[in-house]
């Protein structure tokens, strides 16, 4: 097929004791869904259903990578998350059908300009530009196959700023792909960020992040 400029390639991901690649096709994110995190966030965590926005596929940072200092934000925070890969699609997926979505898991970091969502929030006008920039999305290598409740941290530097547990979600996983099935044809290759739990907080330039989840390959960063 002839194209008027040259098509991108595909985004892909490294996958943990492989040569093979996982290829991306989209990134959905959830906000609030840990319940420490919903309140310090100002929200309600009793009475929020889950509610959803994206990254662009070519947000994707591999874990390693040293990323320019994002640039219109002074408040740049990192959100610990884990990342569930969806080998099948689906519409209306039940709670009980959406384990056989999941191909594997990744650790995730959901880079945020915090400044710009506030001030987003404020007008009430859309997050993108907060949330979906360019090297926005960090992950680690994936692993394929289910996940048991795990913990999930993050460093700054080595100096830990989240510590939580997989099982604190709000909504489990099987219950953020069935919500998200009702407003999207899930895909192969859609990628969710679960959310994050309190403790988020600012990354400044030289720093190095890193997100574990259990024993998941952990997601790192260093900003520039
Ligand atoms: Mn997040």
Known sequence: MATVFAAPGPVTLPIAGSDLRFPVRRIFCVGRNYAEHSREMG???????????????????????VIP?????????HEAELVVALGR????VTVEEAPSLIWGHAAGNDLT???LQAEAKAARRP?????????SAVLGA?????LADA???????????????????IWSVPEIIAHLSGYVALCPGDLIFTGTPAGVGPLLRGQT?????????PATVTLA
């Not at 699609?89 to 209306?92: E, F, N, T």
Request: aromatic share 8%.
């Open 209 to 217: 992040c890193t997100v574990t989840v259990g024993d998941l390959p």
């Open 127 to 135: 997050w993108d530009m907060a949330k979906g920039f360019d090297h």
């Open 151 to 169: 913990p999930i941290t993050c460093t700054v530097d080595g100096r830990v700023t989240q510590s939580a547990r997989t099982g604190d979600m």
């Open 89 to 92: 699609g689906g519409i209306d």
């Open 43 to 65: 929200g309600d965590p009793t009475r929020e259903a889950p509610f959803f926005f994206t990254k662009p596929a070519d947000a994707v940072v591999e874990s390693g990578a």
């Open 113 to 115: 300009r915090r400044d």
């Open 69 to 77: 200092f994002p640039p219109k934000t002074a408040d740049l925070h």
């Open 142 to 146: 994936l692993v394929a196959g289910p």
